[in-house]
């Protein structure tokens, strides 16, 4: 599903975020991003979803070759993405509905089909009920399911992440988490950037470990040396 071949990501003034960056995740596959602050997780989660492009090296999603992806073309690459950020990235002046609703309304959706998956979506995070709500008013672990409901309301076969429990207690952590394995369960291949190694090993999924732009581990999560990330 993921591939990437000697990848680099060098900065206009010269900071190197990536380097030789090797790895590969199946199709169906859940793993977890590891690494310190500044190890480079979000830089590679922004490569895989177009936001960023690699200085060198090449980076396959599928089968197609991003570099050879114009500009252009990068909305229907990314109708087979779903993404979610630690900071939610909702629009406040708009219902719930009008948040999980705007992939399917981009990709011009017909209002009754827009309608069937926006209360599917809501149903699989618990929020079905809510979708007339002002995001402002839910609570920070309700307001990323309102992300998460909005990255897989279009059904993507993959799945990024990026620290999603980032500013949740830990057992709203669990609970996000476990969303993410039940996603995975059903065949969307994911893959998420985050600090927290305990509740990594509860899940058990493989681990792509980065330290200084390169990846230092790729494996199971239970020989992860968490010291690295102190």
Not at 173 to 182: A, Y
Request: no cysteine.
């Amino acid at each position: 599903m993921i591939y990437f071949d000697n990848v680099y990501k060098r900065y206009p003034r010269g900071h190197e975020a990536l380097s030789q960056i090797n790895l590969r995740l199946a199709r169906g596959q859940m793993a977890f991003l590891t690494g310190h602050s500044g190890a480079g997780k979000s830089t590679l989660l922004k490569l895989i979803a177009m936001i960023e492009r690699p200085t060198r090296g090449q980076i396959f999603l599928d089968g197609v070759n991003l570099n050879n992806i114009s500009n252009r073309k990068i909305p229907y690459i990314r109708r087979n993405i779903g993404i979610i950020f630690q900071n939610h990235h909702l629009l406040y002046d708009r219902p719930v509905f009008d948040n999980v609703a705007l992939p399917l309304i981009i990709q011009g959706y017909r209002h009754q089909e827009i309608h069937k998956r926006v209360r599917a979506a809501l149903n699989q995070v618990g929020l079905l009920g809510k979708e007339n709500n002002d995001p402002i008013t839910l609570s920070g672990g309700e307001q990323q399911r309102v992300g998460i409901a909005r990255a897989i309301v279009h059904k993507p076969l993959l799945l990024l992440a990026d620290e999603p429990t980032g500013n949740l207690d830990p057992e709203l952590s669990k609970e996000i988490m476990q969303l993410f394995v039940r996603f995975n369960q059903v065949g969307t291949t994911v893959l998420i950037a985050s600090h927290d190694l305990e509740l990594i090993k509860q899940i058990g999924s493989p681990v792509i470990s980065l330290q200084d732009g390169k990846v230092a581990y790729n494996g199971l999560p239970f020989t992860v040396n968490s010291d690295q990330y102190a």
